[in-house]
Nanobody, 125 residues
Framework: QVQLVESGGGLVQAGGSLRLSCAAS????????MGWFRQAPGKEREFVAA????????YYADSVKGRFIISRDNAKNMVYLQMNSLKPEDTAVYYC??????????????????WGQGTQVTVSS
């Protein structure tokens, strides 16, 4: 099991940027796909971005493609989400997640077995 703690959320104006960080503990971090999901009030949790265990392959939701960048540092057990050109519709609680099965990619919530507590991102218009 991987324990996850997010940080970096906050309030930003539309067009601005934020960088979310996720600190992971556990020996299996470097073998797991890592992802970011978000949940807005009254909506289901949705996929934002994922990165495979090597950091070479990334996946993005269409709504954030070209604006967000996911990265990881396996030496530091960290995952990042750089969010640029933020829009009010990006407002949500953002969750970091670790894949359930080593060396298997995925973008569905069911592919991820460990979740952080979430960090609030609010984009004002």
């Amino acid at each position: 099991q991987v324990q996850l703690v997010e940080s970096g959320g906050g309030l930003v104006q539309a067009g601005g940027s934020l960088r979310l960080s996720c600190a992971a503990s556990g020996r299996t971090f470097s073998s797991k796909v890592m992802g970011w999901f978000r949940q807005a009030p009254g909506k289901e949790r949705e996929f934002v971005a994922a990165i495979n265990w090597t950091g070479v392959t990334t996946y993005y939701a269409d709504s954030v493609k070209g604006r967000f960048i996911i990265s990881r540092d396996n030496a530091k057990n960290m995952v990042y989400l750089q969010m640029n050109s933020l829009k009010p519709e990006d407002t949500a609680v953002y969750y970091c997640a670790a894949g359930t099965i080593p060396y298997r990619t995925g973008t569905l919530t069911s592919d991820f077995g460990s979740w952080g507590q979430g960090t609030q991102v609010t984009v004002s218009s």
